[in-house]
């Protein structure tokens, strides 16, 4: 009996020693990253949440406005305008540019000959220096331009690419065509990881190539493809750099996104106070949707 | 195990100490290190005070040029050796970093702006406005060749009686024609004084759609669509704002304004602009130079520069015309603007004193003009044409004046302007008040007129000075 | 076939009619996105080494008339520009960016992701609330933050940030999310600490993820020019992306655009030439679940 019991309490200080372990070395080994993103994120990211309470001045000194940044904010139209477009572009961010790395991964993984550089072929604008694509751009959708003149051999009518309808739409391609490679390189990553054997199994067991894709495939990639889809969204959300180069916001602010409004605020208005509170309102925002989404999250789990 | 996390937590916390303490340290030693280019001025300035020297020692960050213009860092050089050796106790530190309204907010934010550059009209009232720019009022009045400045360029740097700018150089804003396309499609060039109508004219006998070739090319992105605009806002006889009892007030929904709305329009409906109306500057200097386009607005000699240095246009198929007059002889107004030189606030009063000096010591001396004159050899050396301004800080008429008209006559790879031109053209200075808003807003209505059929004119307008009013204009408090 | 080479498709499949159809289709597709993809690269190229006057000539020419070799020399002599420095520099940058961020990022997706935290919530929304505010709210202070911390001017101000990566950490825990705790169990059983499991064992499963981070990593460094514009004060400490920014294609230079291009031709080949050599780390066949039963 009491051999019974000091086997159990032996057994006890182990798995309570093996749980300290583990919390010893997770804090270790999470420390080093919670200090950094304490100096060089929250510190910056907090002084800019404090700074938008304030009239930023440079020469005289800042003075405290309390919510007069935030209110000018809500001022005039440009808030509703500037978010339609962000949430337009956020969607057709999804609905244009989504698929494509996961789909070029599953082709790019199945290639016999030249993998190797197909795998990067996405990625490779990336390389080219940021003037030249836009010159290549303005080019590309010239009006008589290769896609257009394409277009006219054809027979079809040319496309106006920066009227107000088409500008959107022209920026998403654009950048889509830009920076698809990232999320492919992720996805082939992850697809070449998915083991062998599962396909062969399912190839003896009579799956169809499509029945593969669908059930070994897609599932194993589920994941990644969620937490990528999470992280479009976010960076479409602060998206602008396009739409600044290209149109300014233009036709008629058809293409000012929030962060590009924000820029304008921060470097045409030289208004730093209030660019602070643009970005800080954005951050509360968020924060409260993600609140929000995980309450509920919980309610249906309960439920 | 608590022991190792502790040492583990202070050594990272100590490195990180020790490098900000160690880095501090030579902040505070700045006048030898090389690595303290970072200095501020009023830093350096202050360093060099606490030495009990005889003539105090002033260190200045003058702003030099990129390292691709190299005889211009020469002339720079020898020019601060001539300084030196007329005031030891300077010394010079060279900064390659040329204003760009974007980067001003975060230099002045990080104290890291020379101590004294080169800007543009347009920036005047901002500058001042944000205390970005030191008061020279003093040293200006100070100065023996004050009375001999061109008063033409003095206006957009003077606020409520002060100075904070020295003018370098100015133009008036033109049209620049390509006699190329002109002669290719057998189109006279109109007469100097020409009217809109002159220039409908023209651009509907040029414009070549199929072939991408616009008859004119107005920018359509960003503010500088609204400042192009305003040209033709002036030339109608209008005016962006006034001054109302202390309040800033719209003027732009005038008739003029209109009248200059529906010239746009006509541009549009006719097609004689290029199809893709999202050019900003550069785009548009670009697309000139490419052939696109017979006729660019832009100052004086910049399309020129652009098209003959870099596209390869001959400088003999280029004239520069005024902003035509509404109606036959009428006014050819145009925008004035220019480049002027100013001072960084943040340095100390003496430092601001000497940059003055330094900027405006070989104002109206012949090191001047051999400077000038080096830079036209050079440029012809490298098969470039040398692109004098129109307008200068000294007066056209002045002794100075008439030795700088016969410099630029030795030359055949100078550029020349039409006499007739400068007799036509009417310089007006950009709105005092938010004029950057104010183009920006245009800029809005100019798209919408580009880019919808049926839009009515007069409303647009209306609703956009409404907004400029409210939004912009009514927070303007005038001291 | 061997079994080390199939993917989805084997070569059973390969022999039926309507696969090859939709295999041709695919190709065909990649061919012309790799044909749009090297579209800017031969234009930059060609663009390059034209004159002066041709590379404005409208409607564009693709090849240029005569090829004028002398603009790669003009690049390299003219213009008094270190490229060679910029092209150090930018290279200490991105050494040190992987260093420190791999090091430290994978440690803590390590811990995120198989270790026990206090507070484990929070600690992750810690991190993770970084990616919902826009950066442009916190270039001022960041910048002033690292003055007073005495980096500006150094690399450290790369360096340190660097490791402050949310969107890395994220991929590398759902990465490390992927490898099965009974292989980590073993090692523990086995006696081995956290950091030798980590060496050991989830750092060479994840190599196809840290080589992809690799070189997203290079190519952020390597076209970051913003920044270091901001930071380093310097001309001898400027990257290659910042010194182009500054002095080749800035708005008044006067150095001819097919000599422009020629600078930028240069300064696309070298993160071609590192793809290429690196997409090698994403190896087919480590399987991360050898676990039998």
């Known amino acids: 009996m009491e051999d019974v019991h000091y086997v159990q309490t032996a ?9 300290f372990n583990w919390y010893f070395w997770g804090t270790l080994f999470i420390l080093p990253e919670i200090i950094l993103f304490f100096i060089f994120l929250w510190v910056p990211i907090l002084k800019g949440i404090f700074y938008s309470f304030y009239n930023i001045d440079f020469v005289d000194g800042n003075h405290f406005t309390g919510l007069d940044n935030y209110i000018s904010i809500f001022q005039g139209e440009l808030l509703l305008t500037s978010i339609k477009n962000t949430l337009y572009y956020m969607l057709l961010g999804v ?11 599953i082709a790019v993984t199945e290639l016999k000959w030249f993998q190797g550089a197909a795998r990067i072929i996405g990625y490779l604008p990336s390389a080219v220096p940021a003037i030249v694509l836009y010159g290549m751009w303005m080019w590309f959708f010239d009006a008589v331009g290769p896609i257009n003149s394409f277009l006219q051999t054809i027979g079809l009518q040319p496309i106006e690419f920066f009227s107000p309808h088409m500008s959107m739409i022209s920026i998403v391609i654009l950048e889509t065509w830009q920076s698809f490679g990232a999320a ?60 600044l180069s290209m149109t300014d916001g233009g036709p008629n602010n058809a293409t000012l996104t929030y962060l590009l409004w924000m820029n304008h605020t921060a470097f045409r208005d030289l208004n730093f106070g209030k660019a602070s509170a643009m970005g800080s309102l954005m951050f509360f925002v968020l924060i409260l949707l993600s609140i929000v989404y995980n309450l509920l999250q919980r309610r249906s789990e309960k439920a | 195990m608590k022991g190792k996390k502790a040492t583990a937590f202070s050594t990272i916390a100590l490195t990180v100490l020790l490098t900000a303490c160690g880095t501090s340290n030579t902040t505070n030693n700045s006048a030898a290190s090389p690595s303290a280019a970072s200095a501020t001025p009023a830093a350096s300035a202050s360093a060099a005070t606490a030495t009990p020297a005889p003539a105090k020692k002033i260190t200045i960050t003058a702003e030099s040029f990129k390292p691709d213009q190299k005889e211009k860092n020469d002339q720079l050089d020898q020019r601060i050796s001539r300084f030196k050796a007329k005031n030891p106790n300077v010394e010079f530190k060279k900064d390659d970093w040329q204003y760009s309204p974007l980067e001003i907010g975060v230099k002045m934010a990080s104290n890291s702006a020379p101590t004294e550059y080169t800007t543009y009209a347009t920036e005047g009232k901002v500058l001042v406005d944000k205390k970005w720019v030191a008061d020279i009022t003093d040293s200006m009045n100070a100065w023996s060749h004050a009375q001999d400045m061109n008063d033409l360029l003095s206006k957009p740097f003077v606020v409520n009686g002060k100075t904070y700018g020295v003018p370098i150089d100015g133009y008036v804003m033109t049209i620049t024609l390509n006699k190329k396309l002109f002669a290719q499609k057998g189109v006279p060039l109109p007469p100097m004084d020409w009217t809109w109508d002159d220039l409908l004219d023209a651009a509907r006998k040029i414009n070549d759609p199929a072939k991408g070739i616009a008859g004119f090319i107005p920018m359509g992105k960003g503010p500088e669509a609204g400042w192009n605009w305003t040209n033709f806002l002036y030339a109608a006889g209008g005016d962006v704002q006034k001054i109302d009892n202390g309040k800033v007030v719209v003027t732009f929904n005038s008739d003029a304004g209109l009248k200059a709305l529906e010239f746009y329009k006509k541009l549009k409906d006719e097609n004689l602009i290029p199809q893709n109306w999202a050019l900003g500057y550069g785009d548009a200097l670009s697309a000139f130079a490419q052939g696109r386009g017979a006729m660019v607005m832009c100052g004086s000699g910049n399309a020129a520069d652009t ?28 925008v004035l603007g220019g480049n002027y030189r100013v001072i960084n606030p943040k340095a100390d009063k003496e430092t601001q004193q000497m940059a003055f000096k330094w900027i405006t010591d070989e104002y109206f001396t012949d090191e001047f003009l051999t400077s000038t004159q080096k830079e036209i050899e050079d440029r012809k050396g490298k098969n470039r044409v040398y692109i004098p301004q129109p307008i200068n800080y000294w007066k056209d008429s002045s002794d100075f004046g008439k030795k700088y008209a016969d410099l630029l006559a030795k030359y055949d790879n100078v550029f020349k302007y039409d006499p007739q031109l400068l007799s036509l053209w009417d310089g007006k200075p950009e709105a005092q008040y938010e004029a950057q808003k104010y183009y920006a807003e245009m800029a809005n209505v100019i798209q919408k007129v580009f880019t919808t059929k049926n839009v009515d004119l007069k409303k647009t307008l209306e609703d956009t000075s409404n907004k400029v009013q409210s939004e912009v204009f009514d927070k303007v408090k005038i001291e | 076939m061997k079994p080390s080479e199939r993917g989805i498709l084997s070569s059973y ?45 409208f409607p564009p020419t693709f090849f240029p008339k005569e090829w004028i070799w002398k603009n790669y020399e003009d690049a390299w002599t003219q213009f008094d520009l270190p490229l060679l420095t910029f092209l150090k520099n930018t290279i200490f940058i991105y050494l040190g960016n992987v260093v420190f961020s791999l090091m430290f990022i994978g440690l803590a997706a390590f811990a995120l992701s198989h270790l026990r935290l206090p507070l484990k919530k929070w600690v992750t929304l810690y991190f993770f609330s970084t990616l919902l505010i826009p950066p442009a709210t916190y270039i001022v202070p960041n910048f002033l933050n690292l003055k007073s911390l005495g980096l500006i001017n150094t690399y450290w101000a790369f360096w340190l940030p660097a490791a402050a990566n949310a969107y890395f950490m994220l991929l590398l825990k759902n990465f490390f999310d992927g490898i099965h705790k ?29 080589g992809t981070l690799l070189m997203l990593a290079f190519s952020t460094t390597w076209n970051d020019f913003y920044w270091p514009n901001i930071v380093m004060a310097d001309k001898s400490m400027y990257p290659l992306a910042t010194g182009i920014y500054r002095y080749v294609v800035y708005p008044t230079s006067v150095i001819p655009w097919s000599v422009r291009f020629a600078v930028l031709t240069m300064a696309m080949l070298p993160p071609v030439i590192f793809f290429l050599t690196f997409q090698r780390f994403i190896v087919r066949g480590l399987s991360a679940s050898s676990v039998k039963g």
């Open chain 1, 95 to 105: 609905v244009l540019g989504f698929w494509i790395p996961p789909l070029v991964a």
């Open chain 1, 11 to 19: 057994a006890a200080k182990a798995s309570a020693r093996k749980k």
């Open chain 3, 182 to 210: 009974e292989i980590l169990e073993a090692a523990r059983i086995d006696g081995a600490s956290e950091f030798i499991s980590y060496m050991r064992i989830a750092v060479p499963l994840s190599t196809p993820i840290i």
């Open chain 3, 13 to 57: 499949d390969l022999k039926k009619g309507t696969v090859i159809t939709g295999y041709t289709i695919m190709v065909l597709l990649m061919i012309c996105m790799t044909l749009t993809i090297l579209y800017p690269f031969f234009n930059t190229f060609f663009s390059s080494l034209k004159t002066r006057e041709e590379f404005f000539a």
């Open chain 1, 184 to 243: 492919t390189l992720i996805y082939i990553a992850a697809i070449v990881s998915i083991p062998r054997e599962l396909y062969e199994a399912a190839e003896i067991d009579g799956a169809s190539v499509w029945q593969r894709i669908r059930h070994i495939t897609l599932p194993s990639i589920r994941t990644l493809m969620l937490l990528l889809l999470l992280l479009q969204l976010i960076t479409t959300s602060q998206g602008f750099q396009a739409q």
């Open chain 2, 307 to 334: 098209a003959i240095n870099e596209g390869g246009i001959s400088k003999d198929d280029l004239v520069v015309y005024p902003i035509p007059s509404m109606t036959k002889g009428g006014k050819h107004t145009g």
